[in-house]
């Protein structure tokens, strides 16, 4: 199945991305403003979201965590504002990367691949069935919260 990854960007030369993470198999959807963006997000449910900081609207930062409340997705937010305090700002507000304009679109990809790949990896690390949880990455069993210790052969069954 492909991965969705939504480019919210008011600029739509920048939206040309699309081009590149077609070309890599991606789906892509697009929106113009922030408002725009949380309706195709609520709708579609990418995998990944490209955030422009300076849209109407909403602006990216709103955006970032109004998708925080609803989703646990990568977030890469592209930006003409590059000083510490602004991609402080963006990191703290929930985004995964913060990406200064201009930038290299093959460099954007190869983000947005790494980012899904750590969020696969993430996702699939916890098996739970009913009130048993089997965290593969920790090698730990737990029951409603309680960890059962188990033996190496316990755990390869």
């Given at each position: 199945?492909?991965?969705?990854?939504?480019?919210?960007?008011?600029?739509?030369?920048?939206?040309?991305?699309?081009?590149?993470?077609?070309?890599?198999?991606?789906?892509?959807?697009?929106?113009?403003?922030?408002?725009?963006?949380?309706?195709?997000?609520?709708?579609?449910?990418?995998?990944?979201?490209?955030?422009?900081?300076?849209?109407?609207?909403?602006?990216?930062?709103?955006?970032?965590?109004?998708?925080?409340?609803?989703?646990?997705?990568?977030?890469?937010?592209?930006?003409?504002?590059?000083?510490?305090?602004?991609?402080?700002?963006?990191?703290?507000?929930?985004?995964?990367?913060?990406?200064?304009?201009?930038?290299?679109?093959?460099?954007?990809?190869?983000?947005?691949?790494?980012q899904l790949r750590r969020a696969a990896?993430?996702?699939?690390?916890?098996?739970?069935?009913?009130?048993?949880?089997?965290?593969?990455?920790?090698?730990?069993?737990?029951?409603?919260?309680?960890p059962i210790p188990l033996?190496?052969?316990?755990?390869?069954?």
């Open positions: 199945m492909k991965e969705t990854i939504l480019i919210a960007e008011d600029d739509a030369d920048i939206r040309d991305l699309r081009l590149y993470l077609e070309s890599e198999g991606f789906s892509v959807i697009e929106a113009c403003d922030g408002e725009e963006a949380m309706r195709k997000a609520n709708s579609a449910a990418p995998d990944l979201a490209i955030l422009d900081v300076m849209m109407p609207r909403m602006n990216g930062l709103e955006l970032t965590k109004a998708l925080r409340r609803v989703s646990a997705i990568p977030i890469l937010i592209l930006s003409a504002r590059s000083t510490d305090n602004d991609k402080i700002l963006g990191l703290n507000l929930g985004a995964d990367d913060y990406i200064a304009k201009p930038f290299n679109p093959v460099e954007i990809v190869a983000r947005v691949k790494a990896r993430s996702s699939s690390d916890v098996i739970t069935v009913r009130e048993l949880s089997l965290d593969t990455a920790a090698f730990q069993l737990t029951k409603s919260g309680v033996t190496p052969m316990e755990y390869k069954i």
